[in-house]
């Protein structure tokens, strides 16, 4: 069936340290990717997504590639910032029509003053 | 335009309880889906909801139920609660399912 992996974390870094959390799926048809952000005591927000190959998604300073030859969807950002650490989840929407998400596990990110 | 809301934000019930959380989309969207989310499962996908009807469910018991109504607004309920049913449960709404979701802050449920 279709499935997200997402790197285990926590992923620790300095501030201004450049990010990359790494994202792969398995799906049958072509589905549209997301990444989610998740603060503290807080619900899911969409960070940005991709609708087809080779869409780029970006918002706040982060980006995401959408490599259907890799079957990849990895978040990258330059200069991470202390109020970045959250955790973030890689998603997909089934393709196959069944209206449901499928979330990777989460890795969170921690980032030091 | 309002986000999705939730009630209650947190809930502490005993075991064997039963319990019933709400959530209402955001306005003009007509998809609900429920999650459940917990340090070792992470979010799992409970049910789907559109236009009153349900679309799909995740693997779950049968004492995890769910509706919507007219307005959209759809509620869960829980029966006989396990120590294990303690999580996040998290709403999401879209215009339609498959496209973005926007989510709620959640209901904290605690079960004793």
């Known amino acids: 069936g279709d499935s997200v992996t997402q790197m285990e974390g926590p992923v620790t870094l300095s501030e201004e340290a450049f990010l990359t959390i790494n994202c792969t799926y398995t799906?049958?048809?072509?589905?549209?990717l997301f990444w989610y952000v998740q603060y503290p005591g807080e619900g899911l927000q969409l960070l940005l997504k991709?609708?087809?190959?080779?869409d780029k998604g970006s918002n706040k300073g982060f980006e995401a590639t959408y490599r259907k030859e890799t079957t990849s969807f990895h978040l990258e950002k330059g200069s991470v910032q202390v109020s970045d650490s959250a955790v973030y989840f890689c998603?997909?929407?089934?393709?196959?029509?069944?209206?449901?998400?499928?979330f990777g596990t989460g890795t969170r990110l921690k980032v030091l003053a | 335009k309002a986000g999705v809301t939730q009630t209650p934000r947190y809930l502490i019930k005993t075991r064997g309880q039963q319990v019933t959380l709400s959530c209402s989309p955001i306005?003009?969207?007509?998809?609900v889906s429920w999650y459940q989310q917990t340090p070792g499962q992470g979010l799992q996908f409970l049910f789907e909801?559109?236009?009153?009807?349900?679309?799909n469910k995740g693997n779950f018991p049968g004492r995890f139920s769910g509706r919507q109504f007219s307005n959209s607004r759809s509620e869960m309920n829980v029966s006989t609660l396990e120590l294990g049913d303690s999580a996040l449960y998290l709403c999401?709404?879209?215009?339609?399912?498959?496209?973005?979701?926007?989510f709620g802050p959640g209901t904290r449920l605690t079960v004793l």
């Open positions: 999401a709404s879209s215009l339609a399912g498959g496209h973005e979701q926007f």
């Open positions: 799906a049958t048809g072509y589905p549209s």
């Open positions: 991709a609708t087809k190959a080779d």
């Open positions: 998603a997909l929407s089934d393709p196959a029509g069944t209206y449901k998400y499928i």
């Open positions: 306005s003009g969207h007509r998809s």
């Open positions: 909801y559109f236009s009153e009807t349900q679309r």
